[in-house]
């Protein structure tokens, strides 16, 4: 190849340089630089950091952003800033989905719920806002420079460095497996624990005894945690609730989120809310028991707008429903938190109160709130001494301690209803929707990524009917 004289060169009385067969320009690999800087680096940094504590695989978002940096590597300014902010965002709901164990199209259905909550209470949501917004800052910074390689060994190396960075994820994420994305396919086997304890059972109907469902927000079955296992429903171990109940206990599989748990344990089924919004369903249990004569009756300590319960509750068979506003109406105090509404400790006296009152059967649904996850200090949910609860959790897993507080503080107002000489026969059903969606392995491993807990408090008092059904 002849080489091309410069009039510097003519100047300079230097000969020529030749190029290096196969050398890569200059500008070539400061454009790749420049596309892993912002498409392999700044747009998975803040996940990668997880790592060190564990966090949802990403291979598939990892190897999607990179395809699309790839595709727009050459394009306008815009069309790459478009592409990173979108490409981020769906990442980011892809990390929360895996978190909670939903689906991505269920968390994005979900997003108009979102007005609801209010994530300034918590530090953690704060701290991870801040960083995807100095992270999305710096790559359009970035993008200003030049990306757009265009040799096939620089290609080569790119989708090399993305397979890389995903097998890296994998590899590091591969002892959490099943802690993570938990959805239930076709065919996968039932159950639950309403079948599981025999709650409303063929003789707790025919004697008319009121029912009693409690479903414990994130309440989780502790797994090789001494201490964690001796708290979980401690409380219902006492000499006055065994003249009064029949206790037994133990765990069922779990899927998805807390709407899922209520479907499994009313419906019966693998499934989700959005299935019973558009019409009725009369093999749900609150509709079962509604022809039976009882009373139904749902509580809940958030908004009933939340995941639309004001629309499918009535859907399944519960003709009242109480939610936030009408619970501090009635006297509960508010609880703050990410997830504001009623304290689900001043719930309890007025499930009684209600039981107390009935002349019919009644099948009584509470679905509680304060534990859901991030559990922040203060806000009157009185969890900033949790040493009192257990110094060892305090100690080493102090927001699990917080959730350890709440659940004491309800199980407490519980025992305190059901132990009252006039407290009517009931059969009581506690149990969790699912495990604490912990985003670290640290606190997550100490509960079973696919079971919880139930405990189960069939009346054995006097068989008088807890209420006859009118003529």
Not at 78 to 89: D, G, K, P, T, Y
Not at 298 to 313: C, I, K, N, V
Request: contains cysteine; negative net charge.
């Amino acid at each position: 190849m002849a080489s091309v004289a410069t009039f510097g060169d003519e100047l300079s009385g230097t000969e020529p340089q030749m190029p290096t067969p196969g050398a890569r320009a200059p500008g070539e690999w400061h454009a790749f630089r420049n596309w892993a800087l912002v498409w392999l680096v700044l747009a998975n940094a803040g996940f990668a950091v997880m790592w060190l504590v564990g966090a949802p695989p990403r291979a598939g978002e990892i190897v999607g952003i990179g395809a699309i940096g790839l595709f727009v590597r050459d394009k306008p300014l815009s069309v790459q800033v478009s592409a990173f902010v979108l490409a981020l965002a769906y990442s980011l709901l892809s990390f929360i989905a895996g978190l909670f164990n939903l689906g991505v199209t269920s968390l994005i259905s979900s997003m108009k719920f979102f007005v609801e909550i209010d994530p300034l209470q918590s530090v953690e949501y704060i701290a991870g806002g801040i960083a995807v917004t100095l992270l999305m800052g710096a790559a359009i910074w970035r993008m200003r420079h030049p990306q757009g390689f265009t040799s096939n060994r620089m290609l080569l190396l790119a989708v090399g460095a993305i397979l890389s960075l995903a097998a890296i994820d994998t590899a590091l994420g591969m002892g959490m497996r099943g802690h993570y994305k938990r959805a239930a396919t076709a065919g996968t086997p039932f159950e639950s624990a309403t079948a599981k304890s025999g709650f409303a059972d063929a003789t707790a109907v025919a004697q008319r005894r009121h029912l009693m469902l409690i479903m414990v927000e994130s309440l989780g079955d502790p797994v090789d945690n001494p201490e964690m296992s001796r708290l979980l429903f401690t409380r219902y171990k006492s000499g006055a609730l065994a003249d009064r109940f029949d206790m037994s206990q133990g765990t069922t599989t779990y899927y998805n989120s807390t709407t899922a748990g209520e479907v499994r344990e009313m419906c019966g089924r693998w499934g989700d809310y959005y299935e019973l919004l558009d019409g009725a369903d009369d093999s749900c249990l609150p509709a079962q028991l509604a022809r039976q004569g009882y009373e139904t009756r749902a509580f809940h300590s958030f908004t009933g707008d939340f995941f639309e319960r004001e629309s499918w509750y009535p859907n399944i068979g519960f003709a009242e429903q109480t939610f936030a506003d009408g619970l501090v109406e009635r006297g509960a105090r508010p609880c703050g938190g990410v997830f504001p509404g009623a304290c689900d400790r001043d719930v309890p006296a007025m499930l009684a109160d209600t039981l107390k009152q009935a002349d019919t059967p009644q099948f009584l649904y509470w679905l509680t709130l304060n534990s859901h996850l991030p559990v922040p200090p203060g806000l009157n949910l009185e969890v900033d001494n949790c040493e009192r609860v257990s110094p060892a959790l305090a100690a080493d897993f102090p927001m699990i301690c917080r959730q350890f507080a709440i659940w004491d503080a309800v199980d407490a107002a519980i025992i305190e209803q059901i132990t009252q000489p006039d407290f009517p026969p009931t059969d009581i059903l506690i149990v969790g929707d699912h495990m604490p969606p912990y985003f670290d392995r640290h606190h997550r491993s100490q509960f079973a990524p696919d079971r919880v807990p139930w405990l189960m408090l069939r009346w054995k008092g006097d068989e008088t009917p807890a209420a006859e059904v009118a003529p």
